[in-house]
Each structure stands twice: as C-alpha cells, then as structure tokens.
C-alpha cells in the first residue's frame, strides 16, 4: 500500500503566503516525477507545478514567480511554497507522484486526499 498525505493548507489574507507538504509513505520501491495539482470552485483540475526526481521543474503561468516547488529524496516529501497569494489560488490542492511500489514493476500514480487553500480578507 501507497498512500500520499498533505498538509499545510488553511485560509490566509491576499498577499500571504502558505506551504503545502505531502509524504510519500508505504512499500515504496522508487518515486518518479512529484507534482501539485488544483481544483478551485467550479473549475477543472490544472497542474500547478511538477518536479523530477533529479529537481527539473515546471509551472504553471498563472504561478510562476510566486510558487516553488521542491523535494526531499531522502524523506520522500514534496512541498509547495506559495508566495503573493491570490484569491484566485483558491482551491483545493492535490499531491500527485508516480511510483513504482515494491509489489510490481510498474509505475503507478497515486494521489492525495487533497488540502483546502483559502485566499481571502
């Protein structure tokens, strides 16, 4: 069993800043590509930021310069630095990873349950 667990989220002013963590933890052999994902209120989920094992990343247009996305291996974490908020960062968010467990020889993709941002006065 895989399981990803989020936390960090909460409700936080315009212009504030929040960070989201998510732990890989279960019979993990190896973890590929960690990313984050968003849903806000009546709109599809978008990728927000993703990171390869080796640290390459990629955003979002509507975050860069203000998200960072980052990783520890060794601790098999992916966080999410969010900076200058905006109402708009309103959403819950997702951890997203792709792993290959120690039961089998295939990647799988596994997901969190999700964390609520709130970006409001």
């Known amino acids: 069993q895989v399981q990803l667990v989020e936390s960090g989220g909460g409700l936080v002013q315009p212009g504030g800043s929040l960070k989201l963590s998510c732990a890989a933890s279960?019979?993990?052999?190896?973890?590929?590509?960690m990313a984050w994902y968003r849903q806000g209120p009546g709109k599809q989920r978008e990728l927000v930021a993703k990171?390869?094992?080796?640290?390459?990343?990629n955003y979002a247009d509507s975050v860069k310069d203000r998200f960072t996305i980052s990783r520890d291996n060794a601790k098999n974490t992916v966080y999410l630095q969010m900076n200058s908020l905006k109402a708009e960062d309103t959403a819950v968010y997702y951890c997203?990873?792709?792993?290959?467990?120690?039961?089998?020889?295939?990647?799988?993709?596994?997901w969190g349950q999700g964390t609520q941002v709130t970006v409001s006065s």
């Open positions: 990171i390869t094992r080796g640290g390459s990343t």
């Open positions: 279960g019979s993990i052999f190896s973890i590929y590509t």
């Open positions: 997203n990873a792709v792993i290959q467990p120690t039961t089998q020889i295939q990647l799988s993709d596994y």
